[in-house]
């Protein structure tokens, strides 16, 4: 009699085994599905991914040529201290005019940016704005006094002197603005290089999700 519960319960083993098999070789189809969804998902992200990793690389490239426009502010803060500015009076002004165009140009690239919809930066983005801001009102500062230490200030038209104190402290706030710009972006370049590997890394991933064979 036991022998015969031992040959039932080895043949119940059995009948188990062969559906669990069963059931092992039904379910490869619905694996292969849903193996195929992925890959076809995968492969329709890739465009959109890899536009937005284009889109940083670009703007990280605008970002550096701008700040590197944006250097020659030192130059003329050196100019402003060490030169008389009868004999720099030709260049000078022109140059800081060139300079506050140059940062409205890149304030204009932030606030695209932003406007792009990369609102998970906004904040630093906002904070390198604002730098912006001091820097172009600090540049106008400057420049004001040059001009009133040169040719004189406009009195019709509502200009006024500049002291030397006043004068001063113009070129003491362009000094702070400017390092101010420089130590956002020191920071701000670090994410916007790693937002950059980050979004390249994300189109490989999909790429190799889009190849993968079943």
């Given at each position: 009699m036991l022998k015969f519960e031992w040959i039932y319960r080895y043949q119940t083993l059995?009948?188990?085994?062969?559906?669990?098999?069963?059931?092992?070789?039904a379910s490869r189809p619905f694996y292969r599905q849903i193996a195929e969804m992925r890959r076809?998902?995968?492969?329709?992200?890739?465009?959109?991914?890899?536009?937005?990793?284009?889109?940083?690389?670009?703007?990280?490239?605008?970002?550096?040529i701008a700040t590197q426009r944006l250097s020659r502010a030192s130059h003329l803060m050196e100019s402003y201290d060490d030169d008389d500015p009868h004999d720099s009076y030709q260049w000078w002004p022109t140059a800081m005019y060139e300079l506050g165009s140059d940062i409205t140009s890149t304030?204009?690239?932030?606030?695209?940016?932003?406007?792009?919809?990369h609102y998970e930066r906004y904040d630093q983005l906002t904070k390198g704005h604002q730098a912006l801001d001091a820097l172009h009102a600090a540049t106008k500062n400057l420049a004001y006094a040059f001009r009133a230490h040169t040719i004189g200030p406009d009195y019709e038209h509502g200009e006024h002197d500049v002291s030397h104190d006043l004068a001063k402290t113009y070129r003491q706030t362009m000094w702070e603005a400017f390092s101010a710009w420089s130590s956002w972006y020191e920071g701000y370049i670090n994410i916007v290089l790693h937002d950059r590997r980050h979004a390249w890394t994300r189109v490989r991933h999909l790429e190799n999700l889009a190849t993968a064979i079943a």
């Open positions: 059995l009948g188990g085994l062969a559906a669990l098999g069963a059931a092992v070789v076809q998902s995968a492969a329709s992200a890739i465009p959109l991914v890899k536009e937005i990793a284009v889109e940083v690389e670009v703007f990280s490239s605008k970002l550096s304030r204009e690239l932030i606030l695209a940016w932003i406007d792009r919809g």
